[in-house]
């Protein structure tokens, strides 16, 4: 089996699907969390194929940004779907997660420069709770046709993955009811999460709000 290391800093954010697809696996990893509070971050920065984390280091080849290693690791360990029609649909819910990131990246950004919370306010209505509005919707959709319960076909894949770990930072930053209450999206949250191959790990990972 090659040896793996999974670089990204101390929180959940862009890596934390990986970290859980190799729960899932049972496929052991170096899961490196590198400090960015002192010139740790400054000094590897430089290093990495495009200047930034997660980067996946298989034995001594390195791949970067976060949907490239997930997938690559998915297919590995086979959880990106059992069709090309199903891997088409977990890419597209990827790719929509990365579009509403794109916006709730924003309130993160606000929040950690001490934006007011008249600010914050003004944001999440205006850029958050649309993006949230046209996400959820896709999401309650593929939930509401799933007889799984899982997001794309009849088992698990990264796409739930990266959607129950969202969902749960949306919780964390009070977001979750803002587009009206979100049965399906916080059952799907709590099937993921109670996966006999997670349950644990998420029981003892360090929480973070994001
Ligand atoms: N598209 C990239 C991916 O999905 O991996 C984005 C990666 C990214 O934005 N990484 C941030 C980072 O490395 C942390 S979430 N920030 C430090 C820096 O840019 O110096």
Known sequence: MPSYKLSYFPVRGLAESARLLFHLAGVPFEDERV?????TWEKMK???????????TVDDFEIPQSAAINRYLARKFG?????????????AVVDQFKDFF????????????????????????EVIKPAMDVYFKV?????????????????????????????????????????????????????????PNLKSYIASRPVTEI
């Open 35 to 39: 400090n960015f509070l002192d010139d």
């Open 46 to 56: 430089g290093k990495t194929p495009m200047g930034q984390l997660p980067v996946l």
């Open 79 to 91: 959880f990106a779907g059992k069709t090309p029609e199903e891997e088409a649909w977990v890419d």
């Open 102 to 125: 794109a916006e709730f990246r924003k309130l993160v950004i606000a929040k950690r420069v001490g934006k007011s919370a008249e600010e914050l306010e003004k944001l999440t209505a």
């Open 139 to 195: 999401l309650n959709g593929l939930l509401e046709k799933s007889k799984s319960g899982y997001l794309i076909g009849d088992s698990i894949t990264f796409a739930d993955l990266y959607i129950a770990d969202n969902i749960q930072t949306l919780k964390k930053y009070g977001l979750l009811e803002a587009s009206g209450e979100q049965p399906k999206l916080a059952a799907h949250l709590e099937k993921v999460y109670s996966h």
